[in-house]
T-cell receptor, first 112, second 114 residues
Framework: EADIYQTPRYLVIGTGKKITLECSQTMGHDKMYWYQQDPGMELHLIHYSYGVNSTEKGDLSSESTVSRIRTEHFPLTLESARPSHTSQYLC???????????FGNGTRLTVT | RKEVEQDPGPFNVPEGATVAFNCTYSNSASQSFFWYRQDCRKEPKLLMSVYSSGNEDGRFTAQLNRASQYISLLIRDSKLSDSATYLCVVNSPNYGGSQGNLIFGKGTKLSVKP
């Protein structure tokens, strides 16, 4: 079983607040990803990283930012949360270009 | 044409039925293929990788047809617990920089009824 952890599991926060969603993996994977998924809808890639100090935007425009200072840690930050950010955020990691993704159990964000 | 396309579903089948899902991909340079399962409001979980020669894991069989650029998943003797959304995933060398990335299909929902 993959060792990738996300916190918090659920978060309800007011509009305008700054939030950071945490994601850590203990597998030493270089590649890490953030996906956004609304209930019953498809996954959308919002950020990815190929290693330390590497971050790229995905195919879905997002107001969030990410950082990759350590291999095992890939946090996602929203500077000013809005109701439109309400969604599930899934973090994943991979051991290589042709390897499968391993997902964390997600953070379900609600912005009121 | 989208990079990865799946049967739209939903598939509603009785217990014990055999069900097959197909998925087509557009990039002929794709090298790795997977099927994931996602339960409602949960994260996707790897069901199986798909190898060129085809592979089987219990009641599940995955096949790859490179010439026609599709992969398939066959589930035999369906169980109630098989009810989930099945995601086709394909590596695309040109997606997301030089290292490529995995592209997820939209998923096919399976509902197995008693």
């Amino acid at each position: 079983e993959a060792d990738i952890y996300q916190t918090p599991r659920y978060l309800v926060i007011g509009t305008g607040k700054k939030i950071t969603l945490e994601c850590s993996q203990t597998m030493g994977h270089d590649k890490m990803y953030w996906y956004q998924q609304d209930p019953g809808m498809e996954l959308h890639l919002i950020h990815y990283s190929y290693g330390v100090n590497s971050t790229e935007k995905g195919d879905l425009s997002s107001e969030s930012t990410v950082s990759r200072i350590r291999t095992e840690h890939f946090p996602l930050t929203l500077e000013s949360a809005r109701p439109s950010h309400t969604s599930q955020y899934l973090c994943a990691s991979s051991g290589g270009a042709y390897s499968p993704l391993h997902f964390g159990n997600g953070t379900r964000l609600t912005v009121t | 044409r989208k990079e990865v396309e799946q049967d739209p579903g939903p598939f509603n089948v009785p217990e014990g039925a055999t069900v097959a899902f197909n998925c087509t991909y557009s990039n002929s340079a794709s090298q790795s293929f997977f099927w994931y399962r996602q339960d409602c409001r949960k994260e996707p979980k790897l069901l199986m990788s798909v190898y060129s020669s085809g592979n089987e894991d219990g009641r599940f069989t995955a096949q790859l047809n490179r010439a026609s650029q599709y992969i398939s998943l066959l589930i035999r003797d369906s169980k109630l617990s098989d009810s989930a959304t099945y995601l086709c995933v394909v590596n695309s060398p040109n997606y997301g920089g030089s290292q490529g990335n995995l592209i997820f299909g939209k998923g096919t929902k399976l509902s197995v009824k008693p």
